[in-house]
């Protein structure tokens, strides 16, 4: 029996090695292929072995118009503008009709620099000396000349393919600002940093990560303003990445994250392409990735939370800084309702108004679970009811979170299962879950709010503020890429904390704020008088009657 | 270095602040009360600034040693032997401290709000608390202090002020009425409190501008010497100074008085809620001092592993010290003023500073040793 | 220190929290909600003190309709609970074997103690306030002459439960001016103050008008004939013939006045105005005096604020104290016809109302000089501003109080006359 097993297991063995051996030797050999020849025909059979017999790789081989020179465009349906290629590239070099001069140039030897010269029309060209390096510029999009007898391949940038439209961001909407958000294709992005943005300082830094995705990852930021020491360290971490697919900017978070582990997000993200902007020039980092239309910001506070996009377009005395008190409210709310509920009615009832004791009292006569219990339960039905509305298609999400909600609750509390006031507590907590403005926050939040409910419910508000100096103490010792998590609040400056609690108007916000080190604070000057101030009525008045007492 | 951080004066001042103010609101009004009938609200801030003296010592000594805490420059001053015997008094200071504030934490609990928990509950669930926090670091301390402040501050104005209509002033009169002895005694016990502020002198190498601890830490005084004060007068207008004696905790039932129009009532919970993270921080502050003193005593390299042990230490003794209330109160009343003026905020810094001058005097060098290491 | 052993502890910590259960939880529905105390002492035993509990049914109170249906629809939503100790939490602690929830006394808000146990002493109820944990220290103080329990048995009006209706009570005395509610710590303040005593105020049951009013009574006892079957009195039949009770009243009037812990005796309602004037404490009392044009009848002025000044006078070795009272005030109702809408009028007015407050003040100081019970502090202001000279003679302050002199000097403006300045006329 042992035996069997043991020569089985070494079959299996023997295959496994086979097959690694055979894999491993073709690739090397393939790559110093590459890199040698530059006879055509070596050199498409080359490219064919690396790449497979996959349909969509079009090798189009041609002759020039006076038939001295072999060539051969490479590229991928689908992600190359076909007519592009054909018009401006195959067409010049292949019909006489079109460049008679051109093909008295060409003949073999200058083949390459005859086409740079004639084919000036295409508006990106570049060479590349290696293969290898041509092909991942042909995996990426761009066409790829192969010139019988030249080294150096000529790169077309062709880049074409579906993508989504611009639209309006789905997780964030506001009733007021711009309807952009960013897409897939990274090109598309970066325009429309480049159309908000028109300064000269504005860099785009390109670095690529990903072992088989070769995900294009781009740094944004204004040179001038940005803080040195945070370029410096993004720059690090991101090459430092070392995987094998980057699929997302989440992937890319959390890789560069100072604290992976903890519940709280240290990078910002976000798909509106204002409050990207708004950020850059806070001097900030915009991480763009290729494939999502999700950005990161960098660095970030907790603060983040309770800002919203259209705080910074709406009047700013009362909307935006009432607001943000009010988002700051809806924080504690959404985190801290049931805990506070279960422990007041479990433990300390004493602080609650007798009236209110007795309604609650009264409620939850003959309810079977505690009410610790009874929380618990709610919340967990509640959670699932918002992790199933998710996933409904659009027509049926609505009709269910109705149900669900009203008639589920209500029935459960004509059963007896459960008592009213509990409902209002769950209900609440979720609408404040709501109201806050990023949805990372709230997964936060959801996930910190149990265990607080069990600490409440063991040991009552001391157990609740256990927990919260818990969480505290946490937050205290995050930090995102050197600014402390919870800074303005802490280590900050009046100026700071006044800029991200309230919103100061545009004409009193001179400089940018001071926790995020950028070089250059000064948005505006001081004196330049930008206070707006009605015309003096009686002035004008005065005017438009000399006007008139003329006419008349 | 054993510790990397680096807070501001300002926070220093604010840790400090929370640290002395933790307790004092909670057990010297009842104590003074006692000791000194209608003068109470003279006598303690009479008392109180006697911190101010403290801090001036332990800044002298700090400018004279920079980047050297207390446990530091006592062997640089006095030798070896006496040095470390010195800091490890100090050492000890904080521990008792520690422990004592811990068991007044759990005492005031299990009393005022949650009766059938044991003390040991609250006792350890604090002490673990505060051992994560020194774990942590003093950065993070601080961080967090400046959120606690915050809370902590604006809470008990807030209820002093809405409290403000059922103050009688009158009975505050009359005053001085029986001499100078009784306010004398009375003072004894804030500034013993006040005392604690000799915490500064471990904090004060780790400040990004040691010269601010001058100004952080009278302030700190002296906004905890304001707080008491009001607070003081507003417990003896509502209760008067007889039965403020009487009380174990006058704050709390001070608040628990608090009923405007049936509605802006029962806010003792609130009492309940800051006074946790006071204390925690207070904790956290002499915890840290005791773990970092017990590092620098015996030479380690770091302060982290003593932390656990340490806790258990304080744990046992924030339950075996004072077997009940009546001892502990005796303790903070006659005891502890005494022991901790003559010995820690006064006594030994004054001593070290003495020698200090001396000694510079003798040889001519005015300075220790630069370096940052332990 | 690794960060691996950090949630190692914590693991290990973490069933410190479940395992041994939750110390303090209490379900609100296994709370017996107290609103009242009634304290009775019944002397020569040794178990003197009752103590009687007035408990809700939170199940009566919320839903009423809903959930409550026949049963107890009209009956009260509290049930009273008594036992009887040798000291009042002993006492509690027998009636809680008769209750199936645990008592929960942070709602409590009055108690009501009855003269006996006032006679006897205030100092137990006084320490089981302020030592038990869940009492309040704004717990209402009241005297009830007679048996308190029988005040907690009375039925109410208004209010859903005894509780409500003498809080209640409560709120409107301040409107009454005659009877000064006192929270349980003012009152221990006032005990602890040397030359200062204490007081409290006065609830007791008086018999409906009808008991008192002769011609009340056959009136009410046919009308009650017709109401008998809406008053849910007794349980439904048989009721058009039985003869309804009239209600009894809660009345809130007076003070009761101590030295020391001690009660010495009671002021009616209108010495105890006469003791609010001198305490700033006047809302609303109503002053009758004659119409100066026409001396038979009767004209009503109004208190709304009075003011008054003590101050100690030291003369030759004695101390007497002189009263200033400035005391502002309208004319509510005339029962005589005249013009009183002069300014002359209105300042004889004035003076003739000056003159009845001084009387009443001076009739309230008479008697508490009688019951030697200092409850307007004077001992208190003479140590405020001469506190060696109180310190001579303050040994037995309620001997001196009982000697003291008081020169009173009243101002009273009358500023208004209600809506009309002069009765409208009537054409006979």
């Not at chain 1, 992937?251 to 903890?262: A, H």
């Not at chain 2, 009169?173 to 006040?194: E, L, T």
Request: contains cysteine; hydrophobic residues 45%.
């Amino acid at each position: 029996m042992n035996n069997a097993f043991f020569a089985l297991a070494k079959k299996i063995k023997k295959k496994i090695k086979r097959r690694t051996e055979e894999s491993r030797p073709k690739k090397e050999k393939t790559k110093s292929e590459l890199a040698v020849s530059d006879e055509l025909k070596q050199r498409l059979q080359a490219v064919k072995d690396l790449l497979g017999e996959s349909k969509d790789i079009v090798i189009r081989e041609f002759k020039s118009g006076n038939d001295m020179v072999k060539l051969a465009i490479l590229f991928i349906d689908g992600m190359s503008d076909k007519a592009t290629i054909s018009e401006t590239i195959i067409r010049p070099i292949q019909s006489g009709n079109l460049s008679i001069k051109f093909n008295k140039d060409l003949s073999a030897g200058n083949a390459l620099a005859a086409i740079e010269k004639h084919l000036s029309e295409f508006a990106e060209t570049s060479t590349v000396p290696d293969l290898s390096q041509a092909v991942r510029q042909m995996l990426g999009g761009d066409s790829i000349l192969l010139i019988d007898g030249e080294k150096e391949i000529l790169v077309f940038g062709t880049r074409s393919w579906q993508s989504r439209a611009v639209e309006e961001p789905a997780t964030e909407s506001v009733v007021r600002g711009p309807r952009e958000g960013f897409t897939e294709t990274m090109r598309v992005n970066t325009s429309l940093l480049r159309r908000r943005i028109r300064h000269e300082g504005l860099r785009f830094e390109s670095m690529k990560a990903g072992r088989r995705t070769w995900t294009e990852i781009v740094l944004v930021y204004i040179d001038d303003i940005v803080n040195r020491r945070v370029l410096e360290e993004v720059r690090r971490r991101i090459a430092a990445i070392d995987t094998d697919s980057i699929l997302e900017s989440g992937y890319i978070e959390e890789f560069i994250e100072d604290s992976p582990w903890s519940v709280f997000p240290q990078i910002e993200h976000t798909e509106r392409v204002d409050k990207a902007a708004a950020a850059i020039l806070e001097g900030r980092v915009l991480i763009l990735t290729d494939n999502t239309p999700f950005t990161l910001i960098i660095p970030t506070s907790f603060f983040q939370f309770i800002q919203a996009a259209e705080d910074f377009y709406e009047r700013p005395a009362i909307g935006a800084t009432l607001l943000r008190l009010l988002r700051i409210a809806v924080l504690q709310i959404a985190l801290m309702l049931p805990a506070i509920y279960v422990a007041v009615t479990t433990f300390h009832h004493e602080m609650l108004p007798t009236s209110l004791l007795l309604s609650i009292a009264a409620a939850r006569e003959g309810i079977p679970f505690p009410a610790v219990a009874e929380a618990l339960l709610m919340e967990a039905t509640f959670e699932v009811l918002r992790e199933a509305g998710i996933r409904l298609p659009r027509p049926v999400g609505q009709a269910i979170s109705i149900v669900g909600g009203l008639v589920v609750g209500d029935a459960a509390i004509r059963a007896g299962l459960v008592s009213p006031a509990m409902v209002i507590v769950v209900a609440t907590t979720a609408i404040s879950s709501f109201a806050i403005p990023a949805f990372n926050a709230s997964i936060s939040l959801r996930l910190l709010r149990f265990p607080l409910l069990i600490l409440a419910g063991v040991m009552g508000l001391y157990g609740l503020i256990f927990g919260l100096l818990l969480i505290l103490i946490h937050l205290s010792s995050l930090q995102s890429f050197g600014i402390p998590y919870l800074a303005p609040l802490v280590h900050g400056t009046a100026d700071d904390a006044i800029q991200t609690f309230a919103r100061i108007p545009w004409w009193m916000s001179f400089k940018r704020p001071r926790m995020l080190n950028t070089r250059d604070r000064v948005r505006q000057k001081s004196s330049a008088g930008f206070r707006p101030a009605p015309p003096d009525e009686r002035e004008l008045f005065h005017e438009e009657v000399k006007k008139n007492a003329g006419k008349r | 270095m054993l510790e990397k951080g680096k807070i501001s004066p300002r926070q220093a001042g604010e840790l400090m602040f929370i640290t002395i103010m933790a307790t004092v609101i909670l057990f010297v009004p009842a104590i003074t009360s006692e000791l000194a009938g209608h003068d109470a609200w003279i006598a303690s801030p009479a008392g109180s600034l006697f911190g101010l003296v403290t801090v001036l010592l332990v800044f002298i000594l700090g400018i004279r040693y920079p980047g050297r805490t207390i446990f530091q420059y006592s062997e640089d001053i006095l030798g070896r032997f006496l040095g470390k015997l010195v800091a490890l008094s100090f050492v000890w200071f904080f521990l008792h401290l520690a422990a004592t504030v811990v068991r007044q934490f759990g005492d005031f609990l299990t009393t005022s709000f949650l009766p059938e928990t044991p003390l040991s509950v609250f006792n350890f669930t604090l002490i673990f608390l505060a051992a994560i926090a020194v774990l942590s670091g003093l950065e993070v301390i601080a961080r967090m202090n400046e959120f606690i402040i915050l809370l902590v501050v604006s809470s008990l104005l807030a209820i002093f002020s809405l409290s403000i209509s059922i103050w009688e002033i009158e009975n505050l009169f009359p005053v001085f009425a029986s001499g100078i002895i009784p306010i004398a005694r009375g003072a004894i016990v804030p500034a013993a409190w006040h005392g604690e502020i000799v915490a500064l002198a471990v904090i004060m190498p780790f400040l990004t501008r040691p010269r601010g601890a001058l100004v952080s830490g009278a302030a700190a005084v002296l906004g905890s010497t304001a707080l008491l004060t009001t607070a003081l007068i507003a417990v003896q207008s509502v209760f008067g100074p007889d039965f403020t004696a009487s009380m174990h905790f006058p704050i709390h039932l001070f608040v628990r008085s608090i009923n405007i129009g049936r509605i802006l009532t029962r806010f003792e919970v609130v009492i309940m809620i800051i006074w946790v993270a006071g204390v925690f921080i207070k904790t956290s502050v002499f915890y840290y001092c005791a773990a970092l003193g017990i590092a620098q005593v015996f030479g380690l390299s770091e302060y982290r592993p003593v932390v656990l042990s340490l806790g258990l230490i304080i744990a046992v003794f924030s339950i075996t010290l004072y077997s009940d209330v009546a001892e502990l109160a005796h303790f903070l009343r006659d005891a502890w003023p005494v022991y901790s003026i003559s010995m820690y905020s006064l006594g030994l810094p004054l001593l070290l500073l003495s020698v200090s001058l001396v000694r510079g005097k003798l040889s001519g060098e005015a300075q220790g040793k630069d370096k940052q290491d332990g | 220190m690794g960060s691996r052993r950090l949630p190692i502890c914590l693991l290990l910590l973490l069933p410190l929290f479940f395992l041994p259960g939750c110390w303090s939880q209490v379900e609100i529905d296994d709370l017996a909600i107290v609103r009242a105390i009634a304290i009775d002492y019944l002397p020569d035993r040794r178990a003197p003190f009752l103590v009687t509990m007035d408990v809700i049914r939170p199940g009566d109170i919320a839903g009423g309709g809903d959930a409550g249906g026949g049963g107890g629809g009209g009956g009260s939503p509290t049930r009273l609970f008594t036992g009887n100790g040798a000291t009042i939490d002993l006492a509690i602690q027998q009636a809680s074997f008769n209750i199936s929830r645990r008592i929960f006394l942070s709602h409590n808000e009055l108690v009501l103690v009855s003269e006996d146990m006032a006679k006897h002493g205030l100092h137990s109820v006084m320490d089981f306030i302020m030592r038990d944990n869940q009492m309040r220290l704004t717990n209402f103080v009241l005297v009830a002459p007679g048996m308190a329990h029988d005040i907690l048995a009375a039925p109410e009006r208004l209010e859903t439960g005894i509780a409500d209706e003498i809080l209640g009570l409560l709120a409107q005395a301040r409107t009454s001016s005659e009877a000064d509610p006192q929270e349980a710590y003012r009152m221990q303040r006032q005990m602890s103050t040397p030359g200062q005593d204490t007081h409290a105020p006065v609830l007791r049951i008086s018999p409906h008008l009808t008991e008192v009013i002769p011609e009340f009574r056959e009136e009410m006892m046919e009308q009650g004939q017709d109401e008998g079957s809406q008053e849910s009195q007794g349980q439904g039949a048989g009721g058009a013939e039985e003869q309804v009770v009239p209600q009894k009243e809660l009345t809130l009037a007076g003070a009761a006045v101590f030295c020391g812990d001690v009660l010495r005796g009671f002021l009616d309602p209108i010495e105890t105005r006469g003791f609010l004037l001198l305490k700033n404490g006047v809302k609303l009392a109503a002053i009758v005096v004659p119409d100066p044009l026409n001396p038979e009848k009767k004209v009503v002025l109004t208190v709304s604020r009075a003011q008054a000044t003590i101050t100690p006078v030291l003369s030759g070795g004695k101390v007497s104290f002189s009263i200033e009272v400035v005391a502002e005030g309208d004319l509510a109702s005339q029962r005589s016809e005249s013009d009183l809408s002069a300014p002359e009028m209105l300042k004889k007015l004035g003076s003739a109302k000056a003159a009845a407050i001084k009387i009443e003040i001076e009739k309230a100081l008479q008697k508490l000089q009688e019951l030697e019970s200092d409850i307007v502090g004077f001992g208190a202001i003479l140590n405020r501003s001469h506190p060696q000279v109180f310190r001579e003679i303050g040994e037995n302050w309620p001997q001196v109080f009982t000697q003291l002199e008081f020169d009173i000097h009243v101002t009273a403006h009358i500023r208004r006359t209600g809506q009309l300045s002069r009765p409208a006329p009537i054409n006979r």
